[in-house]
């Protein structure tokens, strides 16, 4: 039983993809389980950035096996291009490190195109998604008309004629209903062509088994999700949230296993929250303390290059993603972007309508009406960037973090304190 599961606690961008690249040196495998091109997840060693969309973020170490499972809707071409980037830094030199499940949900442009009609049609009452087709990816496979990666190897004719009924209703709704031009399908059917001989090699068609096998020789297995709790389809801010489910449970559904082999569940989040795209926020801090953050914290989107929203810690928030995840140990990232702060901010309720909640309401309109309590903590100047034992941060920041602790009831194993893979301080080992 040495599984464990990775996960975003808050709004995505938490730092997931840092973390699993520092755990990679000690996992056998790193699985993806849900999600698509919508993740962007950035790893920073010797000097260099990697900014993984769909490949696991274990792939900078040539040792760890990497899979994607069937809960991913695929965009095949932007894989191909991931795949290209990576090979021309020297990764992926043996094609055995990557494995993908042929039981995944293929993603087009037109599902992009579909997805960007309908947030434009939308103004602002738009999502504000990343534009990466994947609410209408993820509508086809559950509407069972989706190609799957191993139809990619089935007979020309035999793709096409899938690949026809898939995207029927698709190009339906944009040609008529949003009144542009369709993408032709015989081209995209040529490209698929071409693409075979690229991911022939990665194809797997029973990954589950793979996983189930090495996790019973006791293989160190890390599943690593994308986007984070508050997006999950069920659990979230819906509607503004993603359209897969992104809590724990999907490691279990998307890669296929049985819940006994989870170990542990890691959450990740930043000091501070973030958030891109639309939705209710409470503990979003004022402008100028968002510049501050947004700034210093350089709070882009690593897929889309938007600015996040940023506001204070949310313990509420917290405390309903260690209860929706089963998180035992947390990790803490970015202590190093509050230093310099003379406050620091933590929200620890809401008031709602006169009334003071510890619950976090998951109801689009009740949320909309929170207002954040917050408990104030002196900040600290110090540059945190080389401290790698706890003792050594400043008092101040000891404090804080006692106080998150204490809180939220779970031990606080990891504190980030700047992008690069060595600047972490572990207090406990993971595995
Ligand atoms: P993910 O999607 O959860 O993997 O996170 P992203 O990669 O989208 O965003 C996290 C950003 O924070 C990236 O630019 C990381 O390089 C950066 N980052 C991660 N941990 C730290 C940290 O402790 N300090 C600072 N300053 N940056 C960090
Ligand atoms: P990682 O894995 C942050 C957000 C979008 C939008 C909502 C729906 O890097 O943490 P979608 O394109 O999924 O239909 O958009 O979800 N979103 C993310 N925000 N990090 C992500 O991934 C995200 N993936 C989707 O901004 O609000
Ligand atoms: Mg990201």
């Known amino acids: 039983m040495s599984g464990i599961v990775v996960v975003g606690a808050q709004w995505g961008d938490e730092g997931k993809g840092k973390i699993i690249d520092i755990f990679s040196s000690h996992a056998d495998y790193v699985v993806r389980y849900q999600g698509g091109a919508n993740a962007g997840h950035t790893l920073n060693v010797s000097g260099k950035q990697t900014i993984l969309h769909l490949i696991p973020s274990g792939i900078l170490h040539p040792h760890v096996q990497c899979i994607i499972s069937s809960g991913v809707v695929l965009d095949v071409f932007s894989l191909i291009d991931e795949i290209a980037n990576l090979k021309q830094a020297g990764y992926l030199k043996n094609k055995n490190q990557l494995l993908i499940s042929e039981s995944s949900a293929m993603l087009f442009d037109y599902h992009k195109q579909l997805d960007q009609a309908r947030e434009h049609q939308a103004g602002s009452k738009k999502i504000g998604t990343t534009g990466r087709g994947i609410g209408p990816a993820y509508e086809e496979r559950i509407s069972r008309r989706a190609l799957l990666f191993g139809d990619l190897f089935l007979d020309d004719e035999k793709l096409k004629e899938k690949l026809i009924k898939a995207s029927k209703e698709v190009l339906f709704l944009l040609t008529h209903y949003y009144k542009q031009e369709a993408p032709s399908i015989d ?8 693409a075979r001989d690229t991911l022939a090699p990665y194809r797997h068609s029973n990954t589950s088994l793979i996983i189930d096998q090495a ?9 690593e999700g994308a986007q984070g709790t508050l997006l999950d389809i069920f659990q979230g801010t819906y509607p503004y949230v993603t359209s897969s489910a992104t809590t724990a449970g999907s490691a279990l559904t998307g890669a296929g296993l049985g819940w006994s082999n989870i170990k542990k569940v890691l959450a990740v ?33 690593a897929t889309t290059n938007r600015r996040r929203r940023c506001g204070w810690l949310d313990l509420v928030a917290l405390k309903y993603a260690i209860r929706l995840n089963g998180i035992n140990s947390l990790a803490l990232m970015k202590l190093d972007i509050l230093s310099g702060l003379d406050t620091v901010k933590v929200c620890t309720a809401y008031n709602i309508n006169g009334r003071r909640i510890h619950e976090y309401p998951v109801h ?3 949320l909309s009406q929170c207002q954040a309590v917050y408990k104030e903590f002196p900040g600290w100047k110090q540059d945190l960037s080389r401290i790698v034992s706890f003792d050594d941060l400043p008092l101040t920041a000891r404090q804080y973090i ?9 031990p606080i194993d990891i504190i980030s304190v700047g992008p690069n893979r060595e600047e972490v301080i572990e207090r406990s080992s993971l595995f």
């Open 269 to 301: 989040s930043k000091t501070y929250t973030t958030r891109v795209g639309h939705g209710p926020f409470p503990s979003e801090c004022t402008p100028e303390e968002q510049l501050y953050l947004e700034e210093k914290g350089q709070e882009r989107g």
């Open 187 to 194: 081209s995209l059917w040529e490209k698929l062509k071409k």
């Open 364 to 366: 689009f309109e009740q």
């Open 402 to 410: 006692h106080f998150i602790e204490e809180e939220l009831k779970i």
């Open 215 to 223: 996790l019973k020789e006791g293989k160190k297995v890390l599943f």
